[in-house]
């Protein structure tokens, strides 16, 4: 029979239309025509799963992960991306799932601990609910590998029952770039083999400093980021967004705690530049987000300083917003932690409107958002902590470019935390906008990091008897300078009345503080059994944050006013 295309030819040169003819019969005999699609290719072709990713009553699952007709399945179940070497040589591979405890992590954990330090250990507990990552890619019949598709299985688990008012965060990420021994992130590794051989290292080592070991969990900056898979849950089984993102390990002493705290970061190279999804009310989307240890306080109260900054949040200064969270680690259980915002240009645009490229934002010191030359502003804000700020005209010109108001309400907030841990190169954090269209341009605080307070270890830099004051004025030479003027002297006072009589009003803190409770006491007899029993001095830490509180305002007002 001929083609359609043939009974066409009649009124062409007799060689064009036989030579359309042959084409067409080599169009019909293949069965296909050339305007058919291409099959898929390697890069193109993926597997399918039989269930999603999600958190299920049963105690155990049967998935099913199949291929395309003529490929196979290679897959992993401990979190590394397969390769050729995982081909089951099945065009549908079958897994089954329960509980992983314990998984590939916990059972590597000696390379996670600093073995000269005992209270560095990570701990095996079968009670701990775990989940199944299943990683896999079709295999095609030449053995390329396609593209990797990741789900993760959590048997026997509802998560709004075990961790009500949470999120829960699941996080995987190749076991190599974690454990690693010469560029995991988790993993003490070459780096402190290198250093413990040290003089520096040999010394720290014989005095037990745990928070001043040099390794690979201590390197910053984006060659120590590794790509992962993020999944979030936020009260159902099953999870409300993933996406493709870089993690790094952040913070400074609290690095040498059991657990550590993560910075997830969105980019294009991962696949998006945001994260869609609202963390918080009324942003949409992010950057970037913390996950908080709870720095000094990661074995204590691991709230703190969301609960400080909450009480404080309507004062003119920012404050970061937080919520707790539990994290899993390649379906591992890694404890409860603080989800909070990163201090970054876009969470100031997320808080005021204000255009990103024209922030400057200045940490510790150091310029985190903004170019080279904004250095040179915050340079003239602190060179004013060497004027006579008692002088109308300088006190004038200091105005033009500092949000006095925020200045004394920040630093009034820190004296009475009785922060031991603030200073400009400590825990400080500034921002403003480069041209003037918010603020008039002027500097305004972040509070940050604000936990080293309010009585923690019991130690007398954080009691509620110390003279704060007075190490303020020592420790932060700006606040001196500005003390010496009548007015800003008067407005700071107003502030420290105000935050000890209203906004720490005993009451009110007792009110806020068991509404935390109620949420972050339950998470915590699981974290003693991945990373060690501190449930005692958990609550010697309640009480000593509950005495600093109900004694605080009486002790300290009469040491900044001088009244007896």
Known sequence: MLCRAAKRCHPLPALLCLLLLLLAAAGCQSGTSHTDPAPPGPDEQRVSFSLPSGCYEEEQLTVSISAP?????????????????????????????????????????????????????IL?????????????????????????????????????IRFPG??????????????????????????????????????????????????????????????????????????????????????GFSRGANQKSFNLYFRDTYGTQYLEYPLFEDVPRYKSFRLRSGGNNANLLKFRDAFLQDLVADRRF?????????????????????????????????????????????????????????????QDLMAYADADLSDPVLWQEFSAIMDTQSMAEYC?????????????????????????????????????????????????????????????????????????NEAFREAFLEALRSIGSVDCNYERVQEILTSYLKVWEPLMPDYYKRFGDWQVQWYMELARMDDFFRQRYDLLLPTVTGDN
Request: charge should be negative; hydrophobic fraction near 35%; charged fraction near 25%.
């Open 318 to 378: 920012t404050t970061t917003e937080s919520r707790p969270a539990v994290l899993f680690l390649n379906g591992e259980y890694w404890g409860p932690y603080l989800l909070t915002e990163k201090l970054s240009d876009q969470m100031l645009h997320d808080h005021y409107g204000v255009d990103p490229d024209q922030v400057i934002l200045v940490k510790e010191g150091e310029l985190e958002e903004g170019v080279d030359d904004d250095m040179a502003l915050y």
């Open 124 to 160: 095996e507990d079968p009670s701990l609910p775990g989940g199944c990552v299943v990683r896999a890619a079709v295999v095609s019949p030449s053995g390329e590998v396609g593209p990797v598709e990741t789900e993760v299985y959590f048997p026997d688990l509802d998560p709004g």
């Open 412 to 484: 009034a907030a820190r004296v009475y935390y009785g922060d031991a841990d603030w200073r400009p190169d400590k825990n400080d954090v500034l921002w403003r906008t480069r041209d003037t269209s918010y603020n008039d341009g002027r500097w305004q605080y972040i509070l940050y990091d604000v936990e080293y307070s309010t009585g923690l270890y019991g130690s007398e830099q954080t009691a509620a008897s110390y003279d704060h004051y007075s190490a303020a004025l020592r420790n932060y030479p700006l606040l001196a300078a500005a003390l010496k």
């Open 69 to 121: 007709d003529g490929c196979t399945v290679a897959f992993t179940e401990d979190g590394r991306l397969p390769t050729i070497a995982d081909d089951s040589g099945l065009q549908t591979a079958e897994v089954s799932v329960e509980n992983m405890e314990p998984g590939y992590l916990i059972r590597h954990r000696d390379l996670m601990v600093y073995s000269e330090f005992p209270r560095s250990c």
């Open 166 to 251: 949470c999120l829960v965060i699941s996080i995987i990420a190749d076991p190599s770039d974690l454990l690693d021994y010469e560029t995991g992130i988790l993993t003490p590794g070459a780096i402190y083999d290198q250093w413990k051989e040290t003089p520096e290292g040999i010394e720290c080592i014989a005095g037990g400093e745990l928070g001043l070991v040099e390794s690979n969990i201590t390197q910053h900056g984006k060659a120590w980021e590794r790509p992962c898979t993020l999944q979030i849950y936020d009260g159902s089984g099953s999870p409300a967004v993933r996406a493709d993102a870089g993690i790094r390990i952040t913070g």
